[in-house]
């Protein structure tokens, strides 16, 4: 998956990998849209998670069109804060897991 630190909207260096892989899709399916998705975990108020959510999501769309050649206009970005957690966020490695994206066809 595409992950990141701690109230930040850096993307991990080894989240490049699955970024490689997302664009290659992209690049076979040239009608295929997607919308890019952010969440963070628990720390820090409902207010600055939201930001830094659609923080994450313009991250990726800015690392795929720069990075590797995806056309911006077939990705939409929204961020939904700490709202739909994947994992508790009771321990280091929970949160970790709810600091992502996630692409949903469109």
Request: aromatic share 4%.
């Amino acid at each position: 998956g595409i992950l990141f630190e701690t109230g930040s909207d850096k993307i991990n260096p080894q989240s490049y990998g699955a970024l490689k892989e997302i664009s290659a899709v992209l690049k076979e399916n040239a009608l295929l849209k997607v919308k890019i998705v952010g969440h963070t975990d628990s720390d820090g108020s409902d207010v600055s998670n939201l930001d830094l959510s659609k923080r994450r999501s313009a991250a990726v769309k800015n690392t795929l069109t720069n990075d590797f050649g995806v056309s911006a206009d077939r990705m939409e970005t929204d961020g939904k804060g700490e709202t739909e957690p994947s994992d508790k966020n009771t321990t280091s490695e929970a949160k970790a897991n709810n600091r992502r994206v996630e692409f949903i066809k469109q």
